[in-house]
């Protein structure tokens, strides 16, 4: 339930201009606006499952993208069942929508890409269909060394963006330059990941494997196992085994029960870093950079 200072699930997700937003709890919009995002910059939501506390802010934000003179297309993914909910609450609600929705039922594998980017769906376990997400960069190109090309006698100028988009180049005096002689190697992209609602399974580490930021629910602490079991949640700590076992940079927990006041948060917290140091326990409108890889 949303609590005074706690909305409900959904994290933001802003790449080269675009937003992605993964879920949309109760309070999803309010957040937004405190931050100052432009609606319209939302590309698509993924929704995780059909339980109200992830999909109650989507009607709102679906209005309100009407507000903002939207012209492209919104994709939104997500069980078979959210197409529905969408087409409902438009009816219902009478929404005046001056954009194309695009609802796509979400399946496991490659669901969304862009320039640079896919977005990657995988199953989780809980008591309805849910699915977690990865958004995954490609490699980018390596280094170019001016230096190495001004050695080797390549000319400035339409010869060095060749040698820069991969491409070999010959010189007058009939030498062939290959892009690999001034390159550097190709360096990873970035990696975030988002699992929530879920029984805790040890595949997941394969799903989210060297992710850059994890955000993974941890609604309990290790004493109520068994009832994390019995509602299909996870533990704090069973979050930090996923974040330790598949190589992730930071995990970031989520997702709390409400009978934890924000002080108790903290247990959560302990319990997770015992074998997780890098954990992050957030709060709404905490915000994180993934920097570029050299």
Request: charged share 45%.
């Given at each position: 339930m949303p609590l005074p200072g706690r909305f409900l699930t959904s994290v933001l997700v802003r790449r080269d201009g675009d937003l992605f937003l993964f879920d949309a709890g109760e309070g999803t919009q309010v957040s937004m606006k405190m931050l100052n995002l432009r609606w319209k910059k939302i590309s698509a939501i993924f929704i995780s499952h059909m339980h109200a506390d992830h999909v109650t802010g989507l009607p709102g934000i679906l209005m309100l993208s009407s507000?903002?003179?939207r012209t492209e297309p919104l994709y939104?993914?997500?069980p078979q069942k959210l197409g529905e909910y969408i087409e409902s609450s438009r009816r219902i609600l009478d929404m005046y929508i001056n954009y194309e929705i695009r609802f796509i039922p979400a399946e496991t594998g490659i669901i969304y890409?862009?320039?640079?980017f896919t977005v990657q769906a995988f199953p989780l376990q809980h008591t309805k269909p849910c699915f977690g997400y990865s958004l995954v960069e490609e490699r980018r190109k390596g280094e170019f060394f001016p230096g190495k090309a001004e050695a080797l006698g390549v000319p400035r100028g339409k010869l060095w963006g060749q040698l820069q988009s991969g491409e070999s180049v010959t010189l007058e005096d009939g030498r062939v330059i290959e892009s690999a002689m001034v390159m550097g190697e190709s360096r990873d992209g970035r990696k975030l990941s988002y699992v929530t609602d879920s029984l805790y399974f040890p595949e997941i580490a394969d799903y989210v494997h060297d992710s850059d930021l994890l955000f993974c629910e941890g609604m309990f602490e290790?004493?109520?196992?068994?009832?994390?079991?019995?509602?299909?949640?996870m533990t704090a700590y069973e979050a930090a085994m996923i974040a330790r076992d598949s190589n992730s940079l930071k995990l970031c927990l989520q997702h709390y029960s409400p009978r934890y006041?924000?002080?108790?948060l903290r247990v959560l917290e302990k319990e997770a870093r015992e074998i997780f140091p890098a954990t992050v326990l957030t709060k709404d409108r905490m915000t994180f950079d993934i920097p570029l890889k050299d």
């Open positions: 507000q903002v003179d939104i993914f997500g890409s862009g320039e640079g290790k004493g109520l196992r068994d009832t994390a079991r019995e509602k299909k949640h006041s924000d002080r108790e």
